[in-house]
């Protein structure tokens, strides 16, 4: 069950296809169905929060399903869990970020409100009655079994792959000429959660000797009037590009030209653009928060962020 929207192809999205893939490629023996319950058009922030209050609602008519295995495929949503029979669901849980949020555990962060806390709440109850778990690492299982009490057997560690679409272009320039790295290309990919820690990419960037650092490029939404604020006070307007949710051949263009990725993360779940990155053999430097020296081939270049 998708709740991820279909106009906003971000990481639920993805996760949501690179399921489906993995299914009709390894299980065709499966008869899966995804169940869309995503919001299918862009919409206003506030809006998109009464959209989700209203995910249960739409729920109601699928209920009548009866399928041998229910899969909620954001742990974020496990709630609707709560009016699914156990024993036939199983929930994907790829952080539980805003709980850790609520808990303290990010005093960068702002305050979790009531309504976030709540939704939480049902969705530990959810996790606490599902058959299994699904986690993209052991980061996120470790926190599970800690905030919510499910029981380590249930949680079950399923690292990710690279998504189809990245695959597909990693198929197509392998054995290609290689292509020429720019020299001095910094690159960081995220979106402006306070968790991504995109200020200090920033301020990690205007520290490094701009002869070896030339320019910093930014992959992701729009920057916000805060991250413009430090941009400017640090004097690096003429040396970042901002380039808006670029498509997959725009993010691939960049792991083969850049000559690092810059990714001091406070926490993943697991942190797939620096997966990203290695397969295209873009150096990683990295954060050692969460999950990230979980991924393959980064241990060695994980950095401890000072708290």
């Known amino acids: ?16 296809d ?6 009709d490629r390894f299980l065709p023996h499966i008869e899966a169905e995804r169940v869309e319950l995503g919001p299918s058009v862009a919409t206003h922030p506030h809006t998109m929060r009464w959209e989700t209050l209203a995910m249960p609602f739409r729920f109601r008519g699928q209920r009548r399903r009866s399928p041998d295995l229910w899969h909620i495929l954001d742990g974020s949503r496990a709630y609707l869990a709560n009016a699914l029979p156990g024993a036939r669901t199983i929930i994907t849980s790829h952080d539980v970020i805003p709980w850790l949020q ?3 555990r990010f005093p960068e962060a702002d305050a979790v409100g009531w309504g976030s806390r709540t939704l ?20 996120t299982a470790r926190d599970v079994h800690a905030q919510f ?4 057997d249930r949680c079950e560690v399923v690292p990710l792959p690279i998504r189809p679409t990245l695959a597909a272009w990693l198929e197509r320039v392998t054995g290609a000429p290689e292509h020429a ?11 402006n959660a306070f ?7 920033l301020d990690l960037f205007a520290a490094m000797d701009a002869a070896l650092a030339r320019r910093l490029v930014m992959l992701g939404p729009p920057p916000t009037s ?23 051949a725009v993010l691939v263009d960049w792991y083969r030209r850049a000559s690092v990725l810059l990714f001091p993360s406070l926490y993943e779940g697991y942190g797939w653009p620096v997966l990203e990155a290695l397969s295209f053999g873009l150096p990683v430097v990295t954060s050692d928060r969460g999950s990230l020296p979980e991924v393959p081939g980064v241990r060695g270049s994980c950095l401890p962020l000072e708290d």
Do not use: F
């Open 18 to 23: 690179t399921l489906s893939d993995a299914i």
């Open 120 to 139: 939480w709440r049902s969705n530990g109850r959810a996790m606490r009655r599902a058959a299994r778990i699904v986690c993209d690492s052991a980061a």
């Open 102 to 104: 609520a808990r303290g």
């Open 181 to 191: 790295r720019d020299e001095g290309i910094v690159l960081h990919v995220g979106n």
């Open 1 to 16: 069950m998708s709740t991820a929207s279909a106009a906003h192809p971000g990481s639920m999205r993805a996760y949501a």
């Open 226 to 248: 805060e991250l413009l604020d430090a941009m400017r006070s640090l004097a690096l307007e003429n040396r970042v590009t901002w380039l808006d949710d670029p498509d997959d």
């Open 195 to 201: 968790y991504k820690n995109r200020v200090q990419v």
């Open 149 to 152: 009490s499910v029981s380590r």
